[in-house]
């Protein structure tokens, strides 16, 4: 039987664009219903846009799980979103299903998670929207890709030309990309300088998800129009008036992650690779945590909590994440890996020395730590990816005395939030659980860490490694300090030679994971925006348990 039927598709559930205030992006007027965005004209119940409606930002999919995905799109007007998904190119072999109304309670965005795909397969779709107000009006369409994840099984007989498996066959590949930290320090879209070129590096590289380790927009950096650069030539952003300031209010934050997809390279990568996205400090402002009150003089909200909720409603409606349920979850890709998406802010503790012995605080919260914990331990994937949005050893300051992450600069017995950390790592060893690597961003470079029991000051975990990469278009930074409580060893670094580096000058990153489904071995290479490897290594499959 063809899984990818009629009845399946149309089982998909529809994920709307209803949000709490209208307004139209980039700074525009703001009616609850918004505003043309060609003319800026407000829209009102006595006057509606003349000519087609336009998708204004592209497409975009996103990864749940076997045989689901989530696609995204954003139109001009109030409309009904459409989204036909099918194997052929050419779409002759689409099903339609119909999707929410877009509308200015959500910024016109809207998105559709479809249940019922083939699983591990390459999938072809295109996206209209059509007008309310004039029936069988419809927006000229755009057209993505993405691919499913595979079943737990795994075999499938559609993968990248090479013959199915099935019961003792070899199971499909799997290859991703991960990397974070997008338009930070004052570094925007700048055509001079090729633009957001690492996204076309990557989509090159056609991987099957991409793995936004945090600071997917950078909410609390300002652009200039113009930078000039340490050898005199001259960076010029494109600006725009959300990104003219720290963003405070719904437009302001809709205004961040609208940004990012008006880089060409970026949308192009968008509509062909399916995204797992992190929620980290930059979404809001720098090092923030639940309950902190700013006292940084550009700020009129002070109240990082109800700039976090607004950044967080604009977060799930210009991204192509599912609405429901916390920001962690575990992804499911076929027998190979399970992906363990960690929120590392809003469960988070108050920033200050991070030395205290109280087993109650972290970063993760008691039902985050517990709910990895036990999936850790029931997963039977070969690979179990930890996206951890801060690095577990490095040590991130928050000015003076207050630390931002996970270690302190206290090689000694665990302390602060790295109980959390040795709580999880020790009931993995003692239940057996293998092949743990934790990937992750945030420090603006890129390296390798390895963490061995034999090097550390607490004995009970099994040797893992981490790696690191970014920026993907921001400042780059460090290298950062490693903390010895877990024995950690920097096997590669590649850091800039001053803060702030601007992407003109390189050291932008990105992490490229390659798990062989003959041999299960996983191949890490880290990249510059070009695609240079500069850095790989391979670990073999662990023992079946």
């Not at 950078?218 to 005199?232: F, I, K, R």
């Not at 860490?449 to 893992?464: I, L």
Request: net charge neutral; charged share 20%.
């Amino acid at each position: 039987m063809n899984p990818f039927d009629r009845r399946t598709l149309l089982r998909a559930g529809l994920a709307g664009g209803a949000g709490l205030a209208g307004g139209a992006l980039l700074g525009g007027a703001g009616a609850a219903a918004g505003a043309d965005v060609a003319s800026g004209r407000p829209i009102t119940p006595a006057w509606h846009p003349t000519g087609r409606p336009v998708l204004t930002h592209g497409v975009q999919s996103g990864v749940v799980g076997p045989g689901e995905a989530v696609v995204w799109t954003r139109a001009d007007r109030v409309g009904r979103l459409i989204v036909e998904v099918g194997r052929r190119p050419d779409l002759r072999d689409a099903r339609r299903v119909r999707g929410p109304v877009l509308d200015g309670r959500g910024d016109f965005t809207g998105k559709v998670q479809l249940r019922g795909l083939p699983a591990g397969e390459r999938l072809h779709y295109r996206v209209r929207v059509e007008s309310l107000h004039r029936p069988g009006l419809v927006s000229e369409p755009l057209t993505g890709s993405l691919r499913t994840a595979p079943r737990a099984g795994g075999y499938h007989g559609h993968h990248r030309g090479r013959p199915g498996g099935g019961p003792g066959g070899r199971v499909d590949d799997v290859r991703f990309v991960w990397t974070g930290d997008i338009a930070g320090q004052g570094w925007g879209i700048s055509d001079d300088f090729g633009g957001m070129r690492i996204f076309e590096a990557m989509r090159r590289g056609r991987p099957d998800f991409f793995l936004c380790s945090g600071d997917t927009v950078y909410a609390d950096n300002p652009l200039a129009e113009t930078v000039t650069l340490p050898d005199g030539r001259v960076w010029r952003n494109l600006v725009t008036p959300e990104k003219s300031k720290v963003a405070e209010t719904l437009t302001e934050f809709r205004g961040q992650f609208a940004y990012n997809l008006l880089d060409a390279q970026l949308r192009a990568f968008a509509a062909e690779v399916p995204q797992l996205n992190q929620w980290d400090d930059h979404e809001v402002t720098n090092n923030w945590y639940p309950g902190e009150i700013l006292t940084d003089p550009r700020y009129t909200e002070t109240r990082v909590d109800v700039l976090a909720a607004r950044s967080r409603q604009a977060f799930h409606e210009w991204l192509p994440t599912p609405d429901d349920g916390p920001l962690y979850r575990v992804v499911r890709y076929g027998p190979l890996l399970d992906v363990f998406v960690l929120d590392m802010r809003t469960y988070k503790d108050p920033n200050d020395g991070n030395t205290y012995a109280d087993p109650h605080r972290g970063l993760l919260g008691t039902q985050q730590r517990q709910w990895l914990i036990r999936e850790l331990t029931r997963s039977t994937a070969t690979w179990k990816v930890i996206a951890n949005d801060l690095p577990l050893g490095l040590i991130v300051p928050d000015g003076g005395g207050a630390q931002e992450g996970i270690a302190q600069g206290d090689g000694g017995a665990p302390a602060g939030r790295e109980l959390e950390f040795a709580e999880i790592l020790g009931a993995a060893h003692r239940a057996g659980v293998t092949g743990i690597v934790f990937l992750t961003a945030d420090v603006h470079y890129t390296a390798a860490h390895h963490y061995d029991p034999a090097r550390a000051s607490v004995a009970d975990f099994t040797p893992f490694w981490e790696f690191v990469s970014g920026p993907a278009h921001a400042g780059a930074f460090g290298p950062n300090t490693l903390d010895g409580t877990f024995g950690p060893e920097a096997v590669f670094v590649n850091a800039p030679p001053r803060a702030n580096t601007s992407p003109a000058e390189g050291f932008q990153h990105y992490g490229e994971v390659f798990v062989d489904g003959g041999s299960r071995a996983f191949t890490v290479h880290l990249r510059d925006r070009d695609g240079r490897s500069l850095w790989s290594t391979t670990l073999p499959a662990p023992p079946a348990g």
